[in-house]
């Protein structure tokens, strides 16, 4: 049988320290002593209705499950090198509140937290919003779906992910990113995806300028590009657009596919991409 704790309040440090099959419920972690490290080397811990303003409350802890709960500004760098983590219905607003876990899956989250996320291995994110700088880089296996994202640098130095109906609002994102997928998503913002390698957008709408540069591997497919210039710079591309883009500069190789194209430049001999155009189909 697993202890319950509920009702109380803990400002002391290292409040609930190495804790074993453990749950609390509608608990404050809060007060004068100011006390950091509530759950570190934890096992087994359940959370429920609870409130965090003081910092580092779940390090080193192992099996851990978080719900309906509101971790403040003040609750810094929360989860650190921990596993096996499940995060529902909750308010993670601390800078740094994901670092060095793996098997991490959130539903219905609510992240504001600059540099969330990184080194993170085989993470799960679904029905969740963020906002966030520098967001979930260098980490490896993501799955997200119907996630919004807003912030810059996302995505940076990923591999082996897939995002799913999500909308991202984010400037250099999937820089140096390498086996990624994107499907049916929109993302805006300036410079995507550059050095990027082996990575397919499929049915999505990329809006800005200047993405998709100096790329190995690139395909996208059925994709609409909004107030897109100078696309696909020293890029290896295969890649079908559906609607007009502003300008295309030296791809490197493979095979553009577009509509109409208001502008090719062409001023590297290196650059033999070839640019196709095609009529689109008017089938009813």
């Known amino acids: 049988m697993m202890k319950t704790i509920s009702n109380k309040t803990f400002d002391e440090e ?6 074993q099959e453990l749950i609390v419920k509608e608990c404050n972690f809060d007060g ?17 209705n609870c409130f965090f303003n003081l910092r580092y409350p779940f390090w080193h802890d192992n099996e851990l499950k978080i719900s309906k709960s509101h971790m403040t500004e003040l609750c810094r760098a929360a ?14 607003h601390g800078i740094k509140a994901l670092r060095e ?35 979930m880089m260098r980490s490896e296996r993501l799955t997200f779906r119907n996630v919004k994202m807003k912030g810059k640098y996302s995505f940076q130095y990923i591999t082996d992910s897939v995002f799913e109906n999500c ?8 820089w140096h990113a390498k086996n990624i997928i994107v499907k049916n998503s929109t993302i805006k913002g300036e410079y995507l995806a550059w050095y990027c ?12 300028t200047q993405p998709l540069c100096y790329c190995k591997g690139l395909k996208l497919i059925d994709c609409e590009m909004i107030d897109t210039d100078l696309c696909f710079e020293k890029s290896d591309v295969e890649a079908k657009v559906t609607k007009p883009i502003i300008s295309i500069k030296n791809p490197l190789s493979g095979h553009i596919y577009v509509p109409s194209v208001e502008e090719i430049i062409r001023d590297d001999e290196k650059s033999c ?12």
């Open 14 to 19: 290292r409040a609930l320290y190495g804790e």
């Open 32 to 48: 004068p002593a100011d006390g950091e490290s509530a759950f570190k080397e934890g096992y087994k811990i359940e959370v429920e």
């Open 79 to 92: 989860l650190w090198y921990s596993h096996n983590i499940e995060i529902a219905d909750t308010k993670l």
């Open 101 to 135: 876990c793996s098997k991490v899956k959130m539903r219905g989250c609510d992240v504001i937290s600059p540099e969330f996320g990184w080194s993170v291995k085989d993470i799960e994110m679904e029905d969740c919003s963020a906002e966030s700088e520098y967001f």
């Open 167 to 174: 909308t991202f609002d984010t400037k250099d994102a999937f």
């Open 197 to 208: 390698e082996n990575v397919t957008f499929e049915n999505c709408k990329i809006i800005g």
């Open 273 to 284: 991409g070839e640019i196709i155009i095609y009529e689109p189909c008017c089938c009813a």
